[in-house]
Nanobody
Framework: QVQLVESGGGLVEAGGSLTLSCAFS????????MGWFRQAPGLEREFVAG???????YSGNFANDRFTIDRDNAKNTVTLRMNNLKVESTVVYYC???????????????????WGQGTQVTVSS
């Protein structure tokens, strides 16, 4: 059974930090490119950051240099370290996995094969 489980969301003050984690099971994790997306109510999922199976990293406009994605292939996990959080970071964050053989980029959520239930991040002012 394939599962993606996000954790680490919660409430934090503006300027604070959070680290989101994603555990991906039921697949050969080494064959998957991973991405983090954010989604506000009524809007499409927006790319935050991605990391290919060989650890090449990509960041979306929202993340710039405040967010860092990383993966641990031994533990089948991918993390998103978020620093200097702003109130506009208050949304649900989703972890997604895309088989590397599918090709293409990492930026479009609907092109991924699997995704989790999401984790809420709330940043207070």
């Amino acid at each position: 059974q394939v599962q993606l489980v996000e954790s680490g969301g919660g409430l934090v003050e503006a300027g604070g930090s959070l680290t989101l984690s994603c555990a991906f099971s039921g697949v050969d994790f080494n064959n998957y490119n991973m991405g983090w997306f954010r989604q506000a109510p009524g809007l499409e999922r927006e790319f935050v950051a991605g990391i290919q199976w060989h650890s090449q990293r990509y960041s979306g406009n929202f993340a710039n240099d405040r967010f860092t994605i990383d993966r641990d292939n031994a533990k089948n996990t991918v993390t998103l370290r978020m620093n200097n959080l702003k109130v506009e970071s208050t949304v649900v964050y989703y972890c997604e996995g895309k088989g590397w053989r599918r090709g293409g980029g990492l930026y479009t959520a609907r092109e991924y094969d699997y995704w989790g239930q999401g984790t809420q991040v709330t940043v207070s002012s």
